[in-house]
């Protein structure tokens, strides 16, 4: 296994440590679009869990720019990024590989947090928590998440 194959996990990893339910809203979204990712997860099918994704994950866009919003890096702010690059990483691992994945996805959410955290911090001095808030969302759902989601599934009749 190299880590070219994991890849996609890394960077959903990535994407994480800026926007904990970003990894699997844009997997749930790829999932109602019927498109399949290469890992097997099967929590993915679940509507629940489909439609709580995406509550989830428009939930964190608008609570981030509230000005009593905690630090990604808190405890419980860590522990969603561990669960949601954990499941994303796996979904988006080779088939087989899901626990390699999620241990990716998990190893490059976490560190990253804190790096992600303090270039916000400074963006926040410059331009206020609203419009760099607004700034990272575009950066990290559409060219992050959705982008490497999209590039990582497949339609399911293929």
Do not use: C, H, N
């Amino acid at each position: 296994m190299t880590v070219r194959s994991l890849l996609s996990s890394i960077l959903i990893g990535a994407v994480a440590s800026a926007r904990s339910m970003t990894p699997m809203a844009t997997i749930a979204t790829a999932r109602l679009a019927d498109r399949r990712t290469p890992g097997e997860v099967f929590l993915l099918d679940r509507p629940l869990f489909k439609y709580g994704a995406l509550a989830m994950g428009a939930g964190e866009l608008l609570g981030d720019k509230m000005k009593t919003a905690p630090d990604r890096t808190v405890f419980l702010g860590l522990l969603a990024r561990v669960m949601s690059a954990g499941i994303a990483g796996a979904a988006l691992a080779p088939a087989g590989r899901e626990k390699a994945g999620a241990a990716a996805a998990v190893a490059t959410a976490v560190p990253l947090a804190y790096l992600t955290l303090s270039a916000r911090k400074q963006a926040m001095a410059r331009i206020g928590q609203t419009r760099s808030g607004l700034i990272e969302d575009a950066l990290i759902v559409a060219a992050g998440g959705a982008a490497i989601v999209a590039l990582s599934t497949r339609s399911r009749d293929r």
